[in-house]
C-alpha cells in the first residue's frame, strides 16, 4: 500500500522529469516552487480573470475608453453580435431600390387624355356584373346586390363547382366557369357578382345588356389592408419586426418573386383583377390602353373612401329605391392587423403600385366628374340616405364584438329586414345557390 507520504514524493519530482511537455500549456497551475496550485485557487483565477473581462467591457471600456471597446467588438466581437451582423447583411441584400422605378412618366404618355364617358343606355335594370376587387369594400357592395336579386327573383351566374364560392381567378373568366343549371334551357343570366378575373366579352355574354360596375380603393390603403387580413407578417415569420408592413415594403422585389399566393395581389392588383397583367401594367402603354378600355366598357366605377357618394350614383344608373342600399359594414379588421404607414412608406407602396395608383387617379376623377352630371339634388339624395343608413343601423345593431380577424356587429332583432343586412357575402350565396335549385330544378 503506498503511503500519503509516498504519493506526495513521487508529486514532487523535477518538473523536468515528469511534466516538460505540459509546461508551457499549463504553467499558470504550478507556483513558482514547482507545487501544483489547488483546484480551488485555479477556479478563484479563473473567476477573477472573467470578472476582470466583463467589468472591462460593461463598465470601464465603455466609460472611459469607448473607442477600445468599438476596436474590440469589431474584431473580436461575441457570436451574437457576428449572428446579429450576418442577419443584418443578409436584410440589406434583399433591400429594393424604388428609385428604379419611374414614378412619374406624365412625359411618356398623358393619362388626362382619357376623358369620362357617359353611361350607357343600351342596359337593362335588372341586369348587372359587378366585379370584385379585394379588400375594398366589394363584400359590403356585393351583399347589396344578392339582396336585392334575391327578394326580386334574379336569376344568378354562380360558380360551376358546387361548393365553391368564387370562381377561378387566377385566369380570366370564361363562360365554361358557371354552373348551368339543367331547368334555365338556354336562358341568360341576370346578376354575376362573385369574384372573378374580369373578361369583358366573356362576361358580357353570360349577363347581356348587363351594367357593369366595381369599386377601387386607394392602393397604398388596399395594399396595408391586404397585408394585414391575409396574415402576411404570420406567413413570412415577419412579427417580430418592429413594423412588419415596413420591413416588407423595404424589401418587396425579394417576398414578390417568391410568388406566393397571397403576395399576388400586392403589385397593380387591382389591375390584375380588372384583366390586365402584371408585366403589362408595368408598361406606361399597355396601361393607358387598358385604363381607356375600362373606361367605355363600365357604367360606373365606385370609390370605396367615398362609398355613400358612390352608392347615390349607383341608385341613379340602376333606378332602384335608396332603401335597396341600406348596409351595415362587413368584414372589417381587428386593431391587431393593421400597420402605421408613413408619408415614406405610403410613397414607396404608390411607386411599387404605380399603374394601381394611375387607375384610381382616372376613377377617382370620373367619380367626382359624374356627381356633377347627377345635378343639384346629389346633396339631397346623399343626406337623405346617410340617414336612413344610420337610422337602419340604430335599429338593428345592438353592439360590437371582437373576433380572430373581424369586427362583428351583433344584431338587437331577428326581422328579416336587419337579418338580412347582416348575413354574409358567402352566406348569401349560398342562399341563392338553394333557390336557384329549387328554381331550376333538374328535367326529368
Not at 353611361?119 to 347589396?144: E, P, Q, W, Y
Request: charged share 30%; aromatic share 12%.
Amino acid at each position: 500500500m503506498t503511503s500519503d507520504n509516498d504519493a506526495n514524493d513521487e508529486t514532487e519530482q523535477p518538473i523536468e522529469d515528469v511534466m516538460m511537455p505540459k509546461m508551457s500549456l499549463c504553467r499558470f497551475c504550478y507556483g513558482t516552487g514547482g507545487r501544483k496550485l489547488s483546484l480551488w485557487k485555479v477556479l478563484f483565477i479563473v473567476c477573477v480573470s472573467l470578472g476582470i473581462i466583463l467589468l472591462n467591457q460593461h463598465w470601464i471600456l465603455p466609460t472611459y475608453c469607448p473607442p477600445v471597446l468599438g476596436f474590440c467588438s469589431s474584431s473580436f466581437g461575441s457570436s451574437s453580435n457576428l449572428e446579429a451582423s450576418r442577419e443584418k447583411s443578409k436584410d440589406d441584400e434583399h433591400l429594393y431600390d424604388f428609385s428604379a422605378i419611374i414614378s412619374d412618366d406624365s412625359d411618356l404618355v398623358n393619362f388626362d387624355r382619357i376623358q369620362p364617358t357617359s353611361m350607357r343606355t343600351n342596359t337593362r335594370d335588372d341586369r348587372i356584373v359587378f366585379l370584385k376587387t379585394h379588400r375594398t369594400g366589394s363584400s359590403t357592395l356585393a351583399r347589396i346586390i344578392k339582396i336585392h336579386g334575391y327578394r326580386h327573383n334574379l336569376t344568378f351566374a354562380l360558380p360551376r363547382t358546387v361548393r365553391a364560392l368564387n370562381f377561378l381567378q387566377t385566369i380570366k373568366f370564361n363562360r365554361d366557369f358557371i354552373f348551368h343549371y339543367p331547368g334555365v334551357k338556354g336562358q341568360k343570366y341576370d346578376i354575376l357578382t362573385n369574384n372573378a378575373r374580369y373578361d369583358h366579352e366573356e362576361m358580357e355574354f353570360v349577363v347581356p345588356e348587363a351594367a357593369f360596375i366595381t369599386i377601387l380603393r386607394k392602393p397604398e390603403d388596399e395594399f396595408e389592408s391586404l397585408f394585414g387580413y391575409y396574415e402576411v407578417p404570420k406567413r413570412l415569420e415577419l412579427t417580430e419586426k418592429r413594423n412588419p408592413l415596413e420591413y416588407f415594403v423595404d424589401r418587396i422585389g425579394y417576398y414578390h418573386s417568391l410568388q406566393r399566393s397571397y403576395v399576388d395581389l400586392f403589385r397593380n392588383g387591382q389591375l390584375f383583377e380588372l384583366g390586365l397583367d402584371e408585366e403589362l401594367s408595368l408598361d406606361s402603354r399597355n396601361l393607358f390602353d387598358h385604363i381607356k378600355s375600362l373606361e367605355d366598357e363600365f357604367d360606373l366605377v365606385l370609390i370605396q373612401e367615398y362609398f355613400d357618394e358612390s352608392l347615390v350614383l349607383l341608385r341613379k344608373l340602376l333606378k332602384w329605391k335608396l332603401e335597396d342600399f341600406l348596409y351595415i359594414p362587413s368584414r372589417i379588421r381587428v386593431d391587431k392587423d393593421r400597420y402605421e404607414m408613413d408619408d415614406k412608406l405610403k410613397a414607396k407602396i404608390r411607386t411599387w403600385n404605380h399603374g394601381d395608383v394611375k387607375l384610381y387617379e382616372h376613377f377617382n376623377k370620373t367619380l367626382w366628374w359624374r356627381i356633377g352630371q347627377y345635378g343639384p339634388r346629389f346633396s339631397e339624395d346623399l343626406v337623405k340616405f346617410r340617414e336612413m343608413n344610420s337610422a337602419a343601423f340604430e335599429r338593428c345593431v345592438d353592439h360590437q364584438e371582437s373576433k380572430i380577424r373581424e369586427e362583428m356587429f351583433i344584431p338587437s332583432e331577428n326581422s328579416v329586414f336587419c337579418l338580412d343586412l347582416f348575413r354574409s357575402d358567402h352566406d348569401w350565396t349560398k342562399a341563392i345557390r338553394r333557390a336557384m335549385t329549387d328554381r331550376f330544378p333538374e328535367v326529368s
